[in-house]
């Protein structure tokens, strides 16, 4: 499956801009409220009712108002297009439900009808009786955690999943990737496959499926690739955004690098995007943002739903003409860059703290964007324990490079979400400094802005950032590694050997994520050393023969080393 982002942008019929093919419209004929916001494109104002939108307006809640009634007059012309989530496993169930939950009190706290109504359809349908049934499939080998997670969900009295919407099983994949992947996946196929179907004919139109899961279990990790397979196969020119968790470090899974490594190798060929999430950095967020003492499973997932939250909810984009954004999924593609090599997402979101405190502080645009950005760059998921000594090394000279702590995450595209007060007004050009990005792409295009001057949950004004860069090189490199290492002496080989994946099946996956390792390492090389043509790859420099490193027979007789850090001839 070829997944180019101009391909991945005519997914779904739906009309995504590909930012790297067609720049934006030029600025000429802006009317002043465009100018004020920078924001609104012409097309916005032509559709405007009269009035609506073209005169400036100080007051901010006026403006929201007004802005209001214009995204009210484009979206009765258009239809809101929908999002299928399939929850899988313990922890995508789990997960899961804290994002519908975060989804729907967010929607429904707000005094904005036009967001309400767009967040509602992307992500609930409604019953006749009037109830919001979350536009989801719910599967697990077992059923005591989809039991949970529909009552707690019913309990909440705001939303509901729909009472045939899940498959369960008696017994769960034992950890084992290829018992979900070869066994109970295909044993269920047909029966997940027609609870897909009927969510999907519950959409007007369809922008695309988010499955969610761990990749460190045996249900999540093998059943829900096996499932991506399916969505792939059956809704051939559908978006597939994958939400991973990805386990502690020193995880409670023997196996679990196997799992993960398994996973990762076979989404990167189905999958358009991976957003990813780690269970330590959102641990660390728990304990030292928001002061939590006795960390549960539940704390961990309402961070991740916040932050998927503060992505998927509903947002004005450059590509939107003024309208909250129809395809939040192929726009999140589009605009992250999405290509065969570079599906890796990252999230980081400011500010969090304890809800307690929220009443009591105050934020500037200025100082979030400032934090934000560095954070970014000295590859920190959290503020707090930011390196404020990373700093964008100057455009021409020679770069040392490392995995090491301290240095610094190149970019290849970055997209950036402001909600909340005087949204307009925010200053982002330091998100736009070509020092943060490879060389690939135009500053301009490799960032993307939403903005939404409605506040998400609770937070008068809040910054997402989903990245596109070498954020999660450094985990995926341990990840890898510690799996090499077992694998090296064969370990629990056979426990995957007797449902089916073969020895060769992991050489395969190490290959393919040793390219994908090389490839977010390579966006740090030097330009002069690329424009050389100098076969650079991870760990081994093997004469000019760069695909060597990669071939499994290769990886067979070279343990995998630790980085190279490459340093420019002079
Ligand atoms: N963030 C988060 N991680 C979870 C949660 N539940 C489990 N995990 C992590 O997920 C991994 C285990 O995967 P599970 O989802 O429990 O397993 P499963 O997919 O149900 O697979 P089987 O148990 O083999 O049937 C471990 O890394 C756990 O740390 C959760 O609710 N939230």
Redesign the pocket.
């Known amino acids: 499956m070829s997944n180019t982002p101009a391909m991945a942008a005519s997914r779904s019929g739906c009309c995504v801009t590909d930012r790297r093919y067609n720049r934006r419209p030029p600025p000429h004929g802006r009317t002043r409220t465009a100018a004020i916001t920078g924001y609104y494109t012409e097309q916005a104002h032509c559709d405007a009712p009269q009035g609506g939108g073209n005169e400036i307006v100080d007051n901010q809640s006026d403006w929201i108002d007004n802005q209001e009634r214009v995204i009210d007059a484009l979206h009765k012309k258009a239809l809101i297009m929908s999002v299928v989530t399939v929850q899988?496993?313990?922890?995508?169930?789990?997960?899961g439900q804290e994002l519908f939950d975060v989804i729907c009190s967010d929607a429904r706290d707000v005094h904005r009808k036009t967001y309400r109504t767009v967040s509602c359809e992307r992500f609930f349908r409604q019953t006749t009786q009037g109830d919001l049934e979350a536009r989801a499939v719910l599967i697990?080998?077992?059923p005591k955690?989809i039991n949970h997670s529909m009552s707690k969900a019913a309990k909440s009295g705001r939303w509901r999943y729909g009472e045939t919407s899940h498959f369960s099983q008696k017994q769960?994949?034992?950890?084992?990737w290829a018992?979900?992947y070869c066994v109970h996946g295909p044993r269920h196929r047909d029966a997940v496959e027609e609870l897909v179907r009927r969510e999907v004919e519950h959409c007007d139109m369809l922008a695309g499926f988010i499955p969610v899961?761990?990749?460190?279990?045996?249900?999540?990790?093998?059943?829900?690739t096996f499932v991506t397979q399916c969505l792939r196969d059956v809704y051939p020119s559908s978006f597939v955004l994958n939400h991973l968790?990805?386990?502690?470090g020193t995880?409670?899974?023997i196996v679990?690098n196997y799992n993960s490594v398994l996973t990762l190798a076979h989404l990167y060929q189905l999958s358009d995007a991976i957003l990813v999430?780690e269970?330590d950095i959102?641990h660390k967020i728990c304990s030292q943002l928001l002061k939590i003492k006795q960390i549960s499973?539940?704390d961990?997932?309402r961070v991740?739903a916040h932050q998927l939250g503060g992505v998927l909810q509903p947002t004005l984009s450059t590509a939107s003409c003024g309208a909250y954004s129809r395809h939040p999924i192929g726009e999140l593609m589009s605009a992250l860059a999405c290509h065969p090599e570079y599906k890796l997402l990252s999230v980081c979101t400011i500010p969090q703290m304890a809800s307690s405190s929220i009443p009591f502080s105050t934020f500037s645009w200025p100082a979030l964007l400032k934090h934000l950005r560095q954070m970014l760059i000295a590859n920190s998921k959290m503020e707090g324990g930011i390196d404020w000594q990373v700093c964008p090394p100057p455009a021409s000279a020679g770069r040392s490079r490392s995995l090491s702590a301290g240095s610094f995450n190149t970019s290849l595209a970055n997209l950036l979400i402001l909600r909340g007060k005087d949204v307009y007004s925010a200053e982002t050009g330091g998100f736009e400094d070509s020092a943060i990005y490879t060389s690939w792409l135009p500053p301009d295009e490799a960032l993307s802005l939403w903005k939404s001057p409605v506040p998400f949950n609770k937070y008068e004004k809040s910054a997402t950032l989903v990245s596109n860069s070498q954020a999660l090189l450094r985990p995926l490199d341990d990840m890898v590694r510690k799996a090499w290492n077992m694998f090296a002496s064969r370990a629990y080989i056979h426990q995957y050997v007797k449902f089916g994946i073969s020895e060769e099946d992991f050489l395969d996956s190490f290959t393919s994520l040793e390219q994908v390792i090389s490839s977010y390492s390579e966006l740090q090389v030097p330009q002069l050393l690329q424009s050389l043509g100098v076969a650079l790859s991870r760990g081994v420099y093997d004469g000019d023969d760069k695909v060597a490193n990669h071939d499994k027979h290769h990886l067979l007789k070279h343990p995998r080393q630790p980085v190279v850090i490459l340093e420019d001839p002079k």
């Open positions: 899988l496993g313990q922890c995508g169930n789990q997960v697990d080998m077992e955690v769960g994949s034992g950890n084992n018992n979900g899961m761990s990749v460190a279990g045996g249900t999540g990790s093998g059943v829900g968790t990805w386990p502690y995880g409670e899974v679990q999430h269970n959102v499973f539940s961990i997932n991740i």
